[in-house]
């Protein structure tokens, strides 16, 4: 049975983009408004308010607004769930690189030898 996360599906689908990978590594540094996140990354306002909420549904970054400036920052959410898929499927995926790698060696032995034999 498929267990779905939509925790997961909305982490991943936040961070398959390079500008809003790029967002949270600016935010990891201090705290921005949208308006100089959408500066720094040459686009609209429009553009970077939608990345902005993709991230905030994630829950990877919280806004607040004072006045007319809408600040945001690093959400409260670690990505530990997300690391452990990457690190099981990883070890999935070595375990049958591995097993590849093996039945490769036997088939290429199998060749000297009965090349030797001749």
Avoid: N, Y
Avoid at 30 to 52: N, R, Y
């Amino acid at each position: 049975m498929v267990q779905l996360s939509p925790s997961l599906d909305l982490s991943f689908a936040a961070l398959s983009d390079a500008t809003r990978r790029g967002v949270l590594e600016q935010l990891g540094r201090a705290d921005a408004s949208i308006t100089s996140l959408a500066d720094t990354f040459q686009m609209t306002l429009t553009g970077m308010k939608k990345h902005v909420a993709v991230l905030e549904r994630a829950g990877l970054v919280v806004t607040a607004k004072a006045g007319r400036v809408r600040t945001c920052r690093l959400g409260a959410r670690d990505l530990e769930a997300e690391a452990q898929w990457i690190e099981a499927h990883r070890a999935l995926f070595a375990a049958r690189f591995d097993a590849l790698d093996r039945i490769i060696l036997e088939i290429k032995q199998e060749e000297e030898d009965g090349a030797a034999s001749r």
